[in-house]
């Protein structure tokens, strides 16, 4: 059981749109910034977002990132065949010292 | 370029050790939080280990806690971790991966994984 909730599945057809979410607490999302993770079983994964909305550079503007509260959603615009993967979101717990993740959400772009 | 390189997986029997270590090039390795990552098989990722860019504090999850240590050498561009009493659940890809700078728990960049078989 993750400290974050994210859904297992997500889909959408090429050129939709798609947001993924991710639910946590006070102790993780709510006091600290927010990750996401885009990754393909096997590979090094690769950070999309960080600071909740900040990209670094070299990702495309159709990933965006936003917080609310003790949530968190990643959207990605006009979906292509390669943006399927597994997302993960990610966090610092401040009550666990811990660094969290959410169990992850496969994308699958029909 | 950064890359970061890990070795030191292999196949283990349950209550062994093994240590792993982490080559980094292409940036000031003793400026940056470093961590540790896995993902076992048919599972999400899960954080292992931090340590602060001097050694001045580590945290590790609770899985782990009293059984891996981690360490590093900066002066080798090195990461480590100390894998002991290791039980088939500990089975995974490991990587590194480092901090962003003041982003603790933000990875920008990651290595390709090294292999942890737990077995009999």
């Known amino acids: 059981q993750s400290v974050l909730t994210q859904p297992p599945s997500v889909s959408a057809a090429p050129g939709q749109r798609v947001t993924i979410s991710c639910s946590g607490s006070?102790?993780?999302?709510?006091?600290?910034?927010v990750s996401w993770y885009q990754h393909l079983p096997g590979t090094a994964p690769k950070l999309l977002i960080y600071?909740?909305?900040k990209r670094p550079s070299g990702i495309p503007d159709r990933f965006s990132g936003s917080k609310s509260g003790t949530s968190a959603t990643l959207g990605i615009t006009g979906l292509q065949t390669g943006d399927e993967a597994d997302y993960y979101c990610?966090?610092?717990?401040?009550?666990?010292?811990?660094?969290?993740f959410g169990g992850g959400t496969k994308l699958t772009v029909l | 370029e950064v890359q970061l390189v890990e070795s030191g997986g292999g196949l283990v029997k349950p209550g062994g050790s093994l240590r792993l270590s982490c080559a980094a090039s292409?940036?000031?390795?003793?400026?940056?939080?470093m961590n540790w990552v896995r993902q076992a098989p048919g599972k999400g990722l899960e954080w292992v280990s931090l340590?602060?860019?001097?050694?001045?504090?580590?945290y590790y999850a609770d899985s782990v806690k009293g059984r891996f240590t981690i360490s590093r050498d900066n002066a080798k561009n090195s990461l480590y971790l100390q894998m002991n009493s290791l039980r088939a659940e500990d089975t995974a890809l490991y990587y590194c991966?480092?901090?962003?700078?003041?982003?603790?728990?933000?990875?920008?960049?990651w290595g390709q994984g090294t292999l942890v078989t737990v077995s009999s």
């Open positions: 991966a480092r901090d962003i700078p003041h982003y603790v728990g933000s990875f920008d960049y």
């Open positions: 292409g940036f000031t390795f003793s400026s940056y939080n």
């Open positions: 340590i602060s860019s001097s050694s001045s504090y580590m």
């Open positions: 006070m102790s993780n999302i709510g006091n600290n910034y």
């Open positions: 600071d909740n909305n």
């Open positions: 990610g966090t610092w717990d401040s009550s666990l010292s811990v660094v969290v």
